[in-house]
């Protein structure tokens, strides 16, 4: 079969680093082809000088067999190549049919010629097997269908080759089967796909070859049927990788958190945790699963003390902390990992040390009296660094020269620092590598093994269902159900998540 | 001081690497302000080496004068600074330097006349408070009901110059003086803050000392207090500031408080050093000057203390080449307007190039 792309001996650099050296990569037409490596091992790069975001200072394209220069997205759609980003470019308040014919507007005369329109994206959304409602806002729809309005834009383009950026990273499982069923599809119809992902599972799952990259190299490419987890891992981080969390027997001990019909008030843009009942024992891992925005941000602040309780009580280490601040709770032996760590977790123009010192910057032997001791807590944070293996020179430097699995680390660093007897962690291992994610797993199971509790909330289920003891499935602000480990398998638990159904002892 | 500022950690910042890079950029800006208001002048008729035959009196023979409005200008930068590292802003400085004033005129009126050194640190303490309490006014309307500061504080100060109008023209009014103006009686001699005799007769003034202390108090507070470093985290992400258990909040009441009772002291010792009574009008704006001045410094005090002085130097050099030439003094409004644009277009190009950097980069790396 024709190589519909080949990327040759592409090397980028740029100041202070090689992004891509010497890369070549080869896709064939009507294939899915994966595209794997760690943060920073230069896939968006590569992909991005396919696109024409970027320019390769060495190498050369071909497109179908055609050598080309690619100088901007426009040149790369005129090629019939089209990027699915990772965050969608898609225009809130405006229809679907508007915004997929956004920059490609067929006009009559002055106006737009939404008809004849209409009737194109109705023929691809047939050929293809799509269906999204036209008419409908794109504020009103699901994340699974923005995506599918992205492939549709893409294709009323008469885009050939599509790459999709991390297309899965916000999806349920559901949705991800439908999108790989989609993938299927266009496949069948003769088009390429480029689909870079962290989930190997899913590469397995859905690709035809597969391209490796660590480190600005390609370390491997073949048939995807030659490969398996641990071999494709091996090559993402360059030795071999360690899923077996080295896990104790279960002995859960005392309570350390225990919620008591907690409900918050509803507010614009979060959605409001109902009569929630909920207790954390010393020694396990009690995981929150859920479709995102389903109450897990507020179960999560209002443990932290960041969201007013609108009803209920809620006990840390037996003490009722209901009534006490931020820092009082934190005291008290909270650590809490938060689900967004660039707007809550740090402060990127800080440095690393003073995002390392947020919990004790105000006591012995970091301060006294209100002077800082810069000696003790930069002494403090390289040694955090040093631990907690955060890839940097010192922790003087601002914390945005990270990488964000580094920046994680950070954040995991200063949070268990504290030795918290209960920690929050809210998407732990969101965006990052499966170098940090093994790492960051491994920290949490020491955490449990340790004989303190954790709540664990991702939306990654296979996450979820990997680390909990218990896991707790919340919809619409409820726990609708509960299950032990190994009680019941992702499908099942899925079902409970988009709210098809719920165990009876959990109403009220 | 630049051993003090290595201990500190502050030049160059992040990897640790030393240089005077930072100072090179306001120093260029500068020497490019002063150029076009050259060609400004040459321009308009007049000579073009005026500004420079000021600012040469101005570092030579009347240093007295530059001392004189350093002060002003050293303590106005703090006052603004401090508040806008925690992103808040103080644009009411001009009103807490009247409250401070009226305030520290009223006690030292009601002192006896010979109450010395303790009387005048009465007379401060009175100054720097009635700055606090007018500068938390605004605080407290933006922590209880979300007022913008920006507004408040502006609006505050017309409040302020027209009180301060009123006092000295009606209540604290020196109905005995032979010449009639809208000033209060003069204080008594025992609670002038001296003047630096040994610079010969001038109103430059011990002020100068309070304004280097208060500087480098400043830069301690920022580098080395755990409320500077609050006010480091408060200003760069108050959700994160939030979720690591400081209170954003009284964080902002502090700043605030500070940032009134540095702006009182100017209030304070322009009437006990330089006017020794209430006068209506006695303040030309030092706090928008202030606000040209921590500008300048990119909102670090050891910073103020140059960008300070130089302010200091170009208003006296402004009155120097209005005496020495027949250029008018209005000349150095233009030239800080130009620093102005020129600190603020170097923001925006910062910012016009980190776009496009990151357009370029796109998420690689």
């Known amino acids: 079969m024709a190589n519909a792309i080949e990327l040759l001996n592409i090397t980028k650099r740029y100041p202070g680093v090689v992004a891509n050296d010497d890369v070549t990569v080869c896709v064939q037409e009507a294939e899915i082809h994966g595209l794997i490596g760690e943060n920073g091992a230069g896939k968006s790069t590569i992909m991005n000088i396919l696109y024409g975001l970027a320019q390769a200072d060495k190498g050369v394209i071909k497109v179908f067999g055609q050598e080309c220069r690619i100088n901007s997205p426009q040149d790369a759609i005129g090629l019939g190549i089209g990027m699915i980003h990772q965050h969608f470019m898609l225009m809130p308040n405006q229809t679907v049919l508007r915004n997929v014919i956004l920059g490609n507007t067929p006009q009559k005369g002055l106006f737009i010629d939404e008809k004849s329109a209409r009737q194109d994206i109705e023929k691809i959304m047939k050929e293809y097997g799509m269906k999204v409602n036209l008419d409908a806002k794109i504020n009103q729809i699901s994340v699974g269908e923005k995506q599918r309005v992205e492939i549709i834009k893409a294709l009323y383009r008469n885009v050939r080759i599509l790459i999709l950026d991390e297309p899965t990273a916000v999806l349920t499982p559901a949705e991800t089967d439908a999108l790989l069923e989609t993938m299927q599809r266009l496949k069948k119809q003769g088009c390429t796909i480029i689909f870079i992902t962290h989930k190997l599972k899913e590469v397995l799952a859905a690709t035809d070859r597969v391209t490796i990259m660590r480190k600005g190299v390609v370390t491997g490419s073949g048939n995807t049927s030659d490969m398996s987890i641990r071999k494709l891992s091996e090559l993402i981080v360059g030795r071999e990788v360690n899923f077996n969390i080295p896990f104790e027997n279960y002995k859960p001990g005392d309570k350390v958190l225990e919620m008591k019909n907690v409900s918050t008030t509803p507010r614009s843009g979060a959605m409001a945790i109902k009569q929630i009942n909920l207790q954390v024992n010393e020694g396990e891992i009690v995981g929150i699963a859920g479709v995102e925005g389903n109450g897990q941000s507020d179960l999560v602040e209002v443990i932290a003390g960041m969201v007013p309780m609108a009803e209920g009580s809620i006990s840390l280490c037996k003490r009722d902390v209901s009534g006490l601040d931020i820092r009082r709770r934190r005291i008290g032996g909270l650590g809490h990992i938060p689900e967004d760590r660039l707007k809550t977790g740090t402060s990127k123009v800080c440095t690393i040390s003073e995002n390392l010192m947020l919990n004790k910057y105000y006591s012995r032997p970091f301060s006294k009296a209100g002077v800082l001791n810069h000696r003790k807590i930069n002494a403090s944070a390289n040694e955090m660094c040093e631990k907690f293996l955060v890839k940097t020179p010192n922790a003087s430097y601002q914390l945005d020269t990270l990488s964000g699995g580094n920046m994680q680390k950070v954040v995991i660093a200063r949070e268990f620092e504290s030795a918290p007897n209960l920690l929050i962690a809210a998407q732990p291992t969101r965006g990052v590598d499966i170098g940090a994610i093994e790492y960051i797993h491994g920290q949490l199971a020491k955490l449990r093994n340790e004989g303190r509790a954790v709540l664990l909330v991702s939306a990654e289920l296979d996450e979820v269902m990997s680390l909990s003891d218990r896991i707790i499935v919340l919809y619409e602000g409820e726990i609708v159900a509960q299950f032990m480990r190994d009680e019941a398998n992702e499908y099942e638990i899925g079902e409970y998540m988009l709210g098809a159904k719920r165990q009876e002892q959990c109403h009220g | ?365």
């Open chain 2, 1 to 365: 001081m630049d051993k003090m500022m290595k201990k500190m950690g502050m030049l160059g910042g992040g990897g640790g690497k030393r240089s005077l890079k930072p100072l090179a950029k306001p120093v260029l800006m500068l020497i490019a302000a002063l150029l076009i208001v050259m060609a400004f002048l040459a321009v308009s008729g007049y000579d073009p080496t005026a500004m420079l035959i000021g600012l040469k009196r101005a570092v030579t023979t009347d240093i007295a004068g530059s001392i004189r409005w350093a002060i002003p200008m050293l303590l106005g930068g703090v006052a603004v600074c401090i508040p806008f590292k925690a992103q808040a802003f103080n644009l009411g400085v001009d009103g807490q330097i009247y409250m401070g004033a009226v305030a520290s005129t009223v006690v030292a009126l009601a002192l006896p006349a010979n109450s010395g050194f303790w009387g005048l640190v009465l007379v401060f303490l009175a100054g720097m408070a009635a700055g606090m309490v007018y500068a938390m006014i605004a605080a407290a309307m933006k922590v209880y009901c979300n007022t913008d500061m920006v507004v408040s504080t502006l609006l505050l100060n017309f409040v302020a110059q027209l009180f301060t109008e009123y006092m000295a023209a009606d209540v604290l009014r020196d109905s005995e003086a032979t010449v009639q103006m809208n000033a209060s009686k003069l204080l008594p001699e025992s609670l002038w803050l001296p003047r630096l005799s040994y610079l010969g007769p001038s109103s430059a003034n011990a002020g100068i000392y309070i304004a280097i202390v208060v500087c480098l108090l400043a830069a301690f507070l920022f580098y080395k207090t755990t409320l500077g470093y609050e006010i480091k985290i408060v200003g760069s992400n108050e959700e994160f500031a939030r979720y690591g258990g400081m209170k954003p909040k009284s964080v902002i009441l502090k700043v605030m408080a500070i940032s009134g009772a540095v702006a009182g002291l100017i209030g304070v010792i322009e009437v006990t050093a330089v006017q020794h009574r209430l006068i209506a009008g006695f303040n030309p704006g030092f706090g928008f000057d202030g606000i040209v001045v921590a500008l300048l410094a990119n909102n670090n005090p050891l910073g103020v203390l140059l960008s300070g002085a130089f302010f200091g130097i170009l208003k006296n050099g402004g009155s120097n080449m209005e005496r020495a030439t027949d250029v008018p003094q209005i000349i150095t409004q233009v030239t800080m307007a130009i620093i102005i644009l020129s600190v603020s277009s170097n923001i925006v190009i910062k910012k016009i190039k980190l776009k496009k950097r990151r357009a370029k980069n796109g998420t690689a790396v």
